[in-house]
């Protein structure tokens, strides 16, 4: 399973640090990354890392957001800095196996809510 931790509410301009774990047996993923999702809209990718250091990111938070992980801990991190009210939305790590740095992996944790006000 996919646990995230280190979503809530700041105001604009503000920084998150939200932290999302492996567990469970889950090993030798090669994406990890997080999705974010407003309502009546579809969950888009955020950012996305390979276990080898690849990433990707959504135009909108290029420049603010930087996404790492420890491979050892199967942690995925995303520093969310200069955060806008835009930026709201529930956020949902994934993780798996698949190569391509795109696609969503088959492991979803719960979302974690990142409110941002003005």
């Known amino acids: 399973q996919l646990q995230a931790f280190g979503g809530g509410l700041v105001q604009a301009g503000g920084s998150l640090r939200p932290s999302c774990a492996a567990s469970g047996g889950i090993v030798s993923l090669n994406v990890m990354g997080w999705y974010r999702q407003t309502r009546g809209q579809t969950r888009e990718l955020v950012a996305a890392?390979?276990?080898?250091?690849?990433?990707n990111y959504v135009d909108s938070v290029k420049g603010r957001f930087t996404i790492s992980r420890d491979n050892a801990k199967n942690t995925v991190y995303l520093q969310m800095n200069d955060l806008k009210p835009e930026d709201t939305a529930v956020y949902y790590c994934?993780?798996?196996?698949?190569?391509?740095?795109?696609?969503?992996?088959?492991?979803w944790g719960k979302g974690t809510q990142v409110t941002v006000s003005s």
């Open positions: 890392v390979t276990s080898g250091g690849r990433t």
């Open positions: 994934n993780a798996g196996h698949h190569s391509y740095i795109g696609f969503a992996g088959g492991y």
